[in-house]
């Protein structure tokens, strides 16, 4: 289903012929059979490289680290026109019309403005996340894109160091998340492939994910689908977002060519000579006897999502 809303009805013509035309151009690859994932390499050979995501991070090899704080600016405005499309391999939003957040600071080298939001699940709510943390995967992760304003939104995924994905897992609540309410409502009207819709007023970018942004590994890695180019930060917030069974899934009534997409995440892949550091901006003393502080990295891992 599509809605028009009042003035950005051609707009919303405009961005539906781009989507399908994108679409169409985005149709080679999927996550079953010939088009699965140890595939992609046979089109694509970045995703052969040496540096891919997601991968497994292993809290007792993590390195911890002192990095300037994160500024996050507009995550707490109101998203007032936003568009959300199904494109057959995830739901993607983007702002339509308004300031966009931005981001600096920490692991970044340049001010990185938001691109767009997706989301990774799985057919259970045991598996779905992309990037795991001890081997433990999550439901569902949210990974919003931003890219290198000095680059710009063209030519950023083509240059080293030109996006970062802050990426967001999610844990499973007896409750629904009711900062969900709009978006999981929204859902509903692009399950069709290719549908997209307009939503207005779905809250900030701080309600759709969490203010508890001071702890997070990051490392260097690539984009988790076609073309795999190796030019992402990843920023993989410890604090997860609570949804309730329910509205994870809604995300699985997604419609592909080929039926629900029941499961869209990519495989861990090989961490080769990277190294995955760990910020905890409330820890005091970072450089204190880490042997200890790792052993219970895993266990602060568990609490702050409790
Ligand atoms: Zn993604």
């Known amino acids: 289903m ?13 961005f539906v012929f781009l989507l399908r035309l994108f679409g169409a151009q985005c149709q080679d690859f999927g996550y079953e059979g010939a088009e699965g994932p140890s595939h992609w390499g046979e089109k694509y050979s970045q995703c052969l490289g040496k540096h891919q995501s997601p991968i497994d991070i292993e809290t007792h090899s993590v390195i911890w680290i002192n990095y300037p704080e994160l500024h996050f600016e507009q995550f707490g405005a109101l998203l007032r026109n936003v568009s959300l499309e199904n494109n ?3 739901v993607v939003m983007k702002i339509l019309s308004g300031e966009k957040p931005r981001i600096h600071g920490g692991p970044l080298k340049g001010v990185y403005e938001f691109g767009q939001l997706h989301f990774h699940w799985g057919p259970n709510d045991t598996i779905g996340s992309e990037n795991q943390i001890d081997h433990h995967s999550f439901p569902l992760e949210m990974h919003v894109v931003m890219f290198n304003t000095a680059y710009g939104l063209e030519n950023a995924p083509k240059i080293a160091g030109g996006l970062t994905v802050l990426s967001f897992l999610t844990s499973l609540s007896p409750l629904n998340n009711h900062q969900y309410d709009k978006f999981e409502n929204g859902l509903h009207h692009v399950e069709q492939l290719l549908s997209a819709n307009t939503m207005q007023n779905v809250g900030s970018l701080d309600d759709l994910t969490t203010t508890q942004r001071r702890t997070y590994f990051t490392y260097e890695g690539s984009l988790t689908t076609p073309p795999c180019s190796e030019v992402v930060t990843w920023i993989e917030f ?3 977002i609570p949804l309730s069974k329910a509205q994870v899934n809604s995300f699985r009534m997604i419609d592909t060519k080929k039926g629900r997409l029941t499961h869209n995440y990519r495989p861990i892949q090989p961490i080769n000579d990277r190294r995955i ?5 409330s820890q005091s ?3 204190g006897s880490l042997a200890p502080a790792m052993a219970l990295l895993a266990a602060l891992f568990l609490l702050i999502n409790t």
């Open 277 to 281: 550091f760990y910020q905890n901006s």
């Open 238 to 240: 410890v604090k997860t």
């Open 285 to 287: 003393n970072l450089q």
């Open 2 to 14: 599509v809605l028009l809303a009042g003035c950005f009805g051609c707009e919303f013509v405009v």
């Open 88 to 90: 057959g391999h995830t």
